[in-house]
């Protein structure tokens, strides 16, 4: 299984990016399997973002972040999109693409991860 995350980049605050994370060596059928995000600032705890299941379930761990972030996935490339919008400095960390055996194990029980996409947001 290997996740290739993009998309990461430096953005002014308020701005909108859009995050991909393609998988390979897995397939989402429809049996419970779950990719999803979770991202670390420098200095911080890791903090789960989003998860979304292949049978149709998506969860977000944080309140305010759901407001700003979507998650999506595109069964015929196999890829994850993480949609940021209204971006604030406090968004700035890295973010990790991460595939789980279920929904139940996000945001850090997975099995896999990618190497992480650096986002920085500016003031």
């Known amino acids: 299984v290997q996740l290739v995350e993009s998309g990461g980049t430096l953005v002014q605050a308020g701005g909108s990016l859009r995050l991909s994370c393609t998988a390979s060596?897995?397939?989402?059928?429809?049996?419970?399997?779950?990719i999803g995000w979770f991202r670390q600032a420098p200095g911080k705890d890791r903090e789960g973002v989003s998860c979304t299941s292949d049978n149709g379930n998506s969860k977000y761990f944080t309140e305010t972040l759901k407001d700003r972030f979507i998650i999506s996935f595109d069964n015929a490339k196999n890829t994850v999109y993480l949609q940021m919008k209204n971006l604030k400095p406090e968004d700035t960390a890295i973010y990790y693409c991460?595939?789980?055996?279920?929904?139940?194990?996000?945001?850090?029980?997975?099995?896999?991860r990618g190497q992480g996409t650096q986002v920085t947001v500016s003031s």
């Open positions: 991460a595939a789980y055996r279920g929904i139940e194990y996000c945001p850090f029980s997975y099995y896999e």
């Open positions: 060596g897995i397939t989402f059928d429809g049996f419970g399997l779950a």
